[in-house]
């Protein structure tokens, strides 16, 4: 747009450096991908969900545990879905007092595979984030990790420890 200054015609042009935006963009780009590159090569399932239970992302080790091939299969389905009917209510309770209190909790619960086979998982739920700038809760995060062959072979140990004691006897 042209303009007069001092009966010149001038032009007015503003120029904004954004040199540092560009660094602070690139470093975010980066620090995203040292979080993806994480996220995907830890060997425990990891879960992202809504304060709803329903999954918003996964690594590619939960969908390997529960027994899925594509995170599409998994994406925007119930969490609970996952967790055997016997252990269902103790989960949505433990999910509902960490979402008021925001305490983390680390129990051992009975899990489904796709196929319908279950396995035991030992299962840290935390709050992902405390608010979303709204108030309320971005929701929470699983990290799963199948405890089924430690089980058998603490049973085994304990088998094997109470026939030597009673050989001894």
Known sequence: KSSYYQGRRVRVVAVRD?????????????????????FESISDGILICDTNGYITDCNNASIRMYGYTHKE???????????????????????????????????????FRKDGMVFDAE??????DRSTGNGKTGGFVVVSRDITQR??????????ISQITRAQE
């Open 18 to 38: 954004i040199t540092e935006r560009n660094l602070m963009e690139n470093m975010l780009r980066e620090s995203e991908e040292r979080l993806r590159t994480m």
């Open 73 to 111: 299969e998994v994406i925007d389905q119930s969490f609970f879905r996952l967790i055997a009917a016997k252990d269902r209510t103790s989960v949505e309770k433990a999910k509902e007092a960490f979402l008021k209190i925001g305490q983390s909790c680390k129990r051992e619960y009975t899990c």
């Open 123 to 128: 299962m840290s739920i935390a709050l992902l």
């Open 151 to 160: 089980k058998r072979n603490r049973e085994n140990m304990l088998y094997y």
